[in-house]
């Protein structure tokens, strides 16, 4: 991880409130949906995939936002730093990769979302690209799927 220092990936929110470990070193991916558009107020999200069980909150803990019928997202209640997303029957989760202390160690691997990427970015970085829903394990094929996005 770290240079090689440690096994330990730790991270937190922008006030210090919540801080968190991670135990195994994570994949990360950036993921240009509409939600996590919304979620992040960025292009995209920039996650960091991990075991749930891989995770230890070190300092507090986020507060929760069901964003859809399947996946949840946590965020710090004091200073608002999205912090976690994940997929309620799933084993794994994603942290937002820029809340940990040592981002620039975490390579991306791939582009989830791509449907909704903003014309105007140029991805050349040559990897892997997907859009929503394209695997048909994706929760959003989940019958009775619903964002609980706010739309005009």
């Known amino acids: 991880m770290s240079g090689g220092m440690s096994d330990v990936l730790t991270g937190g929110c922008q006030c210090g409130a ?4 991670l135990h ?7 993921c240009h949906c509409r939600m996590c558009q919304k979620a992040t107020g960025g292009v995209f999200a920039a996650l960091a ?4 069980a891989d995770l230890t909150w070190t300092r507090g803990e986020p507060t929760y936002y069901a964003s859809s019928t399947v996946a949840t997202r946590g965020f710090c209640p004091a ?4 912090l ?11 942290v937002t990769t820029g809340s940990l202390d040592d981002p620039w160690s975490v390579g991306l691997v791939e582009h989830f979302g791509v449907e909704s990427k903003m014309p105007w970015l140029q991805l050349a970085d040559g990897l892997p690209e997907h859009r929503t829903g394209e695997s048909p394990d994706s ?7 619903e964002s609980k996005q706010g739309e005009a």
Request: proline fraction near 14%.
């Open 139 to 145: 929760p959003v094929n989940t019958p009775g799927f």
């Open 49 to 52: 995939l991990i075991k749930k």
């Open 24 to 30: 195994a070193p994570p994949k990360s991916t950036f």
């Open 79 to 82: 200073c608002g730093t999205p």
């Open 84 to 94: 976690t997303f994940a997929y309620t029957d799933k084993d794994r989760m994603e």
């Open 18 to 21: 919540i801080r968190y470990q």
